[in-house]
């Protein structure tokens, strides 16, 4: 079942110490990481390291406007700004704040220890509720995801069920000849090269292509090849 969605608007600096108007503009920031966060389901924890905002000349803004800037991670650790956008701003006008979302749901792990090679069953799966902001793989919610999958690497008891555990179906195959697909736009271009490895859905596969130029793409679970690199 969905967890509902819970905010807890942590201060790691106390706003004692600051003035009316940084409080109000904190205020502000943590509506926008509400705002920005809204479809994430499980429970929402935001926080920001907060700095006194004084010397960055926002105590007379007309138009203040937050972001998230360029590479910032949707979950976990990441950073988010603020920055004034009036003509006449003062410089310096904005500053980037670390901030970290965490993000706590469901997720399925091994309720017994499982060997390589065997087959996982409804009653081999159980579920854990935990901080998956800082999972850097592949996790499954839905036990319909892994039932009937067989193991690739050994997994202890306990263990979160990952992609690379699974043993998925292989869809390219070493010297296979393959389409390679590269979207442009509305338009869907392909052309014909031959797989340098076997690679299961999701993977990289290395093409070579008849004018022996390697290209890198990602293996789709039709067989063709989804072209990331030229």
Known sequence: MKNKILYAFLLSVSLHSYASNDVLIYKNLYGFLKEKTSKLDGKITLSIKEVDLEKFNFQNCESLDFFMPNGSKDVGQTTVGIKCLDKDATKPNSVILQAEIIQEKN?????????????????????????????????????????????????????????????????????????????????????????????YEGQQVRVKMPSNKIILGIAQADGTVKLIQK
């Open 107 to 199: 997720y399925l792990i091994t309720k017994r220890k499982m060997n390589v090679g065997e087959e996982i069953k409804e009653e081999d799966i159980g579920e854990e509720f935990g901080d998956v902001s800082r999972f850097y793989f592949k996790f499954y919610e839905n036990p319909k995801d892994v039932v009937g999958k067989k193991v690739k690497n050994l997994m202890p008891e306990g263990q979160t069920i990952r992609d690379a555990n699974l043993a998925l179906p292989i869809v390219v195959q070493y010297n296979q000849n393959v389409t390679v697909v590269d979207g442009i736009g509305g338009y869907r271009v392909t052309a014909t090269g031959k797989a340098m490895n076997l690679a």
